[in-house]
């Protein structure tokens, strides 16, 4: 049996994925040394019957339990996750109010959560031996071969297997500095498989930077903490700042951290800073990869095999460490908040990362959220702008286009098609935007009026009439396009709204000369099919981009001149409170993407209500005044970011059940804190899309003047409601919960 070395035996103390906010005791497995034992290797644990891969927090000699049960299997020699960032984790998990085995499972890269073994992934180094470091750079010079392999290494360290390969080192070459016991292979973790970069722009000089992006990298301290939000219009060379502080933190032999938008994380990001950055290693960590390659670069990111680590959300937290630097692009984006399991924003998380590891936090966007806004301009972060284009670029023009009244084809107004015409004829680029995609919204008929609802969800199929299906886009049901009305039988059905399909029939055939190239989710399944689909567009070539927000943003095409919005009034009716802020900041993105080279861009924007204050505004003055206008209303209705809200939410198959838990909840939460001007309570109450996949979902929201003493309410209600015992509900705290969906 392993002891501690002092006699009595050792106790493992673990944190296992399971939604208990505890840590679990076991004895070690069955004859594993006590000396191997370390704090953030993974285990295999028998938990109420099933098999699970936990991490050891601690390892302690007395447990409350008599009973202790062993583990399974040590899986990690070495161990994954170092003091700091199990430090980090756990700061997590108690803000988000989550069990820390849900953190450490949020973490890991799925092939490692499953228990795979991280050494599958090691690659075989060669090295120099002591004697062959002894040797100088002119020694073995009657062996050429030899001799160029000894130089290498020499000159830059040991050198994967593949890596000798590719620089055509011959394996007798190799062999003969074994023989002579010059060099040895050792196992260590894979470097980041290399980026290809673009052809010519490798090494290509970066441009000089203008007065404003040096005073803004000016004031970007070198090693010590401060967050800084870089407010800057599209266009205008954020890019570039990230860039020179990565720079920076590189030579200091620091490592990046970038997070991107799920959307952002496109080839053309990652070629333009490998670009950058020729002979550096670079792990890009996103849901593209197969799950061995995502191991396989998370591994050498934890193993300071990666100077610049790249990623979505759950990169935030990948173990690094020598961090020189946090920089979040787009940093208003949604995807870095977690909607399900832990719901973790990362972009909030990048903030406590660069204060654990003392070093800046940059977090950049040309539209701000309103929570990075409030702390810039109350001073808690330094407020950096980037005012103009960079290069020559002018902002776009922008006008709106009354469609009320008008005679519309397929959604446009006669004179829209009209510019699209002529933007094309002068040999220029158009894009057109419709934050919708399959072919229309739904299919109803005329007779009866009946709608194609979805049965789990309280939505409406959308219609995709390419694969001749109604599709539900919350819970993926699918079924085959109906000819006659369910309900009366009639025949004439028709499609209501328009989606992306839909307009990209009538541009087809209106525009037939030219390439219409149409991107969503439907037309892009991998990231590589995005990037082939817009190569005529980076080749110059007149066409016609047509597409959801994956058009919006990062994409870079100097050649578009005419932005066309379709349909701007969505976000402004919404019963969600945020919902204007998103509007105004994908308008303002989307625009954003007229105009950028030498040709000067006009931005055309189709309304109903072309009188609305908030559009007047955002179109007028732009997002910095619409967003400075709406964090006034926000402190007015005392909603985030002037007040911090969380939600307790709960989903069941019964309605009834999912209301009474909550029932139960809000008075368990008025208990332990009476409502009060700085301590609000709402509901419960049914949210936005009130069933999804045959679940009711409801919700209570809270809103506090101090963050602390929600946190502490919020703590105290977890504990009451693990205690629930109705399996078939779910519930969950979200900690600045971004939706109400
Ligand atoms: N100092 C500079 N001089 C000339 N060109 C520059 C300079 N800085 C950036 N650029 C160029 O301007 C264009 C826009 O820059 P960049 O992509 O960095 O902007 P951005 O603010 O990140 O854009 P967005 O947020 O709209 O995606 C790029 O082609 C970039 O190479
Ligand atoms: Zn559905």
Request: glycine share 8%; charged share 25%.
């Amino acid at each position: 049996m392993a002891t501690d070395g002092g006699g009595k035996p050792a106790i493992l103390r673990l944190a296992v994925p399971v939604p208990l906010r505890r840590l679990f005791d076991y004895l070690p497995p069955q004859g594993s040394d006590s000396a191997q034992l370390l704090p953030g290797q993974r285990f295999w644990v028998p938990f109420g019957g099933r098999k699970l891969v936990a991490v050891l927090e601690d390892i302690v000699s007395e447990s409350p339990l008599a009973e202790l049960k062993p583990a399974l299997e040590q899986i990690d020699v070495t161990p994954l996750f170092d003091r700091q960032s199990r430090a980090f984790l756990h700061w997590a998990a108690d803000y988000y109010q989550a069990p820390v085995g849900e953190l450490y499972a949020a973490a890991l890269p799925a092939a490692l959560r499953k228990g795979k073994l991280a050494d599958h992934w090691a690659e075989q180094w060669l090295e120099l031996t002591t004697e062959g470091k002894g040797l100088p750079e002119s020694a073995l010079a009657r062996a050429p071969k030899q001799q160029a392999l000894l130089q290498l290494l020499l000159r830059d360290g040991r050198q994967s297997r593949p890596h000798l390969k590719t620089l055509g080192h011959s394996a007798t070459a190799i062999r003969a500095l074994l023989d002579r016991s010059l060099a040895q292979w050792t196992a260590g973790p894979t470097a980041p498989p290399p980026l290809s970069t673009d052809k010519g722009a490798a090494g290509a000089a970066p441009p000089r930077l203008n007065e404003e992006q040096r005073q803004v990298l000016d004031a970007i301290p070198a090693d010590r903490f401060t967050v800084s939000l870089l407010e800057g219009t599209t266009g205008s060379g954020k890019t570039e700042v990230y860039l020179r502080l990565m720079e920076r933190v590189l030579a200091d032999g620091r490592q990046a951290l970038l997070l991107v938008p799920e959307i952002g994380l496109t080839p053309q990001t990652l070629r333009r800073i490998a670009a950058r950055f020729p002979g550096r290693s670079i792990a890009a960590l996103h849901s593209g990869l197969a799950e061995g390659e995502r191991a396989r670069a998370w591994l050498s990111a934890a193993a300071d095999q990666a100077d610049i680590v790249i990623g979505t959300r759950s990169a935030i937290f990948t173990p690094l460490h020598k961090l020189g630097t946090v920089i979040v692009d787009e940093e208003h984006d949604g995807s870095f908040k977690q909607q399900d399991g832990v719901r973790y924003s990362a972009r909030d998380l990048a903030v406590v990362l660069g204060r654990n590891a003392g070093v800046p936090v940059l977090l950049g966007s040309a539209t701000p959220s309103l929570e990075s806004l409030h702390n810039a301009l109350n001073g808690r972060y330094q407020h950096l702008r980037l005012r103009h284009r960079a290069g020559d670029a002018r902002p776009p023009q922008i006008h709106i286009v009354p469609t009320l009244g008008q005679q519309l084809e397929e959604g446009f107004a006669p004179q829209v098609l009209r510019h699209v015409g002529e933007t094309l004829a002068r040999g220029e680029q158009a894009l057109v935007f419709i934050n919708r995609r399959g072919f229309a919204p739904t299919l109803a008929c005329d007779d009866c009026g009946w709608l194609a609802d979805c049965p789990h969800c309280s939505s409406k199929l959308t219609l995709h009439r390419r694969q001749r299906q109604l599709r539900c886009h919350h819970c993926d049901y699918r079924r085959p396009l109906v000819d006659s009305c369910p309900q009366c039988h009639s025949r004439s059905l028709s499609a209501l709204g328009a989606g992306t399909e839909r307009s990209e029939a009538l541009l087809t055939h209106r525009f037939a000369s030219y390439p219409v190239i149409r991107v969503d989710r439907d037309t892009t399944a991998s990231k590589q099919a995005l990037d082939k689909l817009l190569a005529p567009a980076r080749a110059g070539e007149p066409c016609l981009l047509l597409g959801t927000q994956m058009l919006a943003k990062g994409h870079h095409l100097p050649r578009v001149t005419l932005v066309v919005i379709q349909d701007a009034d969505g976000g402004l009716f919404s019963a969600d409170f945020r919902a204007p802020e998103r509007t105004g900041q994908l308008l303002e993105q989307v625009a954003g993407r007229a105009g950028r080279g030498e040709l000067a861009g006009r931005v055309l924007v189709q309304s109903r209500y072309p009188e609305h204050p908030l559009l007047q505004l955002l179109l007028e003055k732009g997002y910095g005044a619409f967003a400075r206008q709406l964090l006034r209303d926000r402190a007015v209705a005392q909603l985030p970011p002037l007040r911090a809200m969380a939600l307790v939410r709960a989903e069941c198959e019964e309605a009834k059940w999912a209301e009474e838990f909550l029932g139960e909840a809000r008075r368990q939460l008025e208990a332990l804190a009476p409502p009060s001007p700085q301590l609000q309570y709402l509901g419960p109450v049914p949210a936005l899309l009130e069933r999804k996949s045959g679940r009711f979902r409801f919700y209570v929201q809270i809103t506090a003047e101090k963050r602390g003493a929600l946190q502490a309410l919020l703590a105290r209600l977890c504990q009451w409601a693990e205690g629930n015992r109705n399996r078939r509900l779910r519930w969950a705290v979200d900690m600045d919960a971004q939706e109400l969906s």
